[in-house]
Every structure is written in structure tokens, then in C-alpha cells.
């Protein structure tokens, strides 16, 4: 069982990018899944959550209005689109569901001119 994450990587302030995070052997579809990130020399912060039909987000107030989490059930996949990036969004992205304390191993995203 796994939770896979893509997509992080190197990007300039105002940039975007797109994380996702796959189920393999866990079928994620009727869980409600969460996106948290931890930078160095902080504590992990829950970033955006999602309900397992995604009717339901819910984001941190210091992402609220540039990052937008979806999913995909049939693609058994969550996604986080970042916009707007901003240097302090630099940090170690991992998905996470909650109720089968599931963790990705983590993505990189640095936020760097």
C-alpha cells in the first residue's frame, strides 16, 4: 500500500505547479485525503483537505486563494495546484489520509529566483 507523490520541483516566485498523489494498492476514492508540508526547522503543516467526493476543501489560511485541491476518483488520484507561488511556500509536500494514517513519502517543491 502506498501513496505516491509527483510533481514538485524547482520554480520562481509567482510560478505554479501541479502535485498529485496516487493510490497504489489503496483505493483512495472513499477517503477524505489531505496535503501537508513541513519546511526545514518547522513544524508540518496541514496545507488543504478534501472530502471524498470533493464537495468538501478546506485550506490554510496562508494558501487560501492560490492553491486548490482536487481529485480524480477514477484516476485514484489527488492533486494540488499551487499558483502564486511565494518563496515561503518552500518545503516538503506529502499527502496523507487520515483515516488509515497514510503518508506519501514526500515531494520537493523549492520556491527559488
Known amino acids: 500500500v502506498q501513496l505516491v507523490e509527483s510533481g514538485g520541483g524547482l520554480v520562481q516566485p509567482g510560478g505554479s505547479l501541479r502535485l498529485s498523489c496516487a493510490g497504489s494498492?489503496?483505493?483512495?476514492?472513499?477517503?477524505?485525503m489531505s496535503w501537508y508540508r513541513q519546511a526545514p526547522g518547522k513544524e508540518r503543516e496541514l496545507v488543504a483537505s478534501?472530502?471524498?467526493?470533493?464537495?468538501?476543501?478546506t485550506y490554510a489560511n496562508s494558501v487560501k486563494g492560490r492553491f486548490t485541491i482536487s481529485r480524480d476518483n477514477a484516476k485514484n488520484t489527488v492533486y494540488l495546484q499551487m499558483d502564486s507561488l511565494k518563496y515561503e511556500d518552500t518545503a516538503v509536500y506529502s499527502c496523507h489520509a487520515p483515516a488509515v494514517n497514510y503518508w506519501g513519502q514526500g515531494t520537493q517543491v523549492t520556491v527559488s529566483s
Open positions: 478534501i472530502n471524498y467526493s470533493g464537495t468538501t476543501r
Open positions: 494498492g489503496f483505493t483512495l476514492s472513499t477517503y477524505r
